[in-house]
């Protein structure tokens, strides 16, 4: 006998299936072009690698992904910029992530949306975070990453850019 709460396990059996097979696909692709989609097993933090080196490109920039799936305070690499990338999505309901790790030259914060588009992107240099932390602005060389970063007191709308919806559509991000 099936008990009230069961009533939708197929449907729940088959969502997982979907979600396990675009997971491996994106394994398999991280294995096949690492260059592009390469990093460890948080895939969200793979979706964002790849949105945040689209972006930076989009820039005018050149950045190369780390080799490895671990490395200290930053992500991305193009001659002396050194790129960390967080990305937050609207699943985390406190919009909080990590501590900044030292490193860096260059922070991209991304807030991802429905289907994991991203709604904005912020960009900070470590030279305008030296400029907040001597106005008092920034407390910290390693402050919690958070979305409130990219609200209009936050410290990249403040410091950095932040690029909405209509900017990254018109870069083609």
């Known amino acids: 006998m099936t008990k ?7 449907e729940i059996q088959q969502a997982i299936d979907h979600y ?38 989009a820039l005018g920039q050149e950045p190369a992904m780390m080799e490895g799936s671990s490395n200290p305070g930053f992500d991305l690499e193009e001659s002396n910029l050194r790129t960390q990338v ?21 922070f991209v914060l991304m807030e991802l949306g429905e289907h994991y588009t991203p709604e904005r992107i912020g960009l900070l240099t470590s030279t305008q975070q030296e400029i907040a932390l001597a106005d008092n602005f920034a407390k910290t060389v390693t402050p919690v990453v958070s979305l409130t970063m990219l609200g209009p007191k936050g410290l990249i709308s403040r410091y950095g850019r932040v690029y909405n919806q209509d900017k990254l559509s018109a870069l083609m991000v």
């Not at 009230?4 to 197929?10: G, I, K, T, V």
């Not at 394994?27 to 972006?55: A, M, Q, S, T, Y």
Request: aromatic share 4%; hydrophobic share 35%; glycine share 12%.
């Open 4 to 10: 009230p709460q069961q009533h939708r396990d197929a």
């Open 20 to 57: 396990l097979r675009a997971r491996q696909a994106i394994l398999k692709l991280g294995r096949e072009v690492p260059e592009r989609i390469g990093g460890n097993d948080n895939i969200i933090g793979r979706i964002g690698e790849f949105i945040g080196l689209r972006f930076l490109e």
């Open 86 to 106: 967080k990305a937050i999505t609207h699943e985390n309901k406190r919009g909080r992530s990590v501590r900044l790790t030292p490193g860096w030259t260059q």
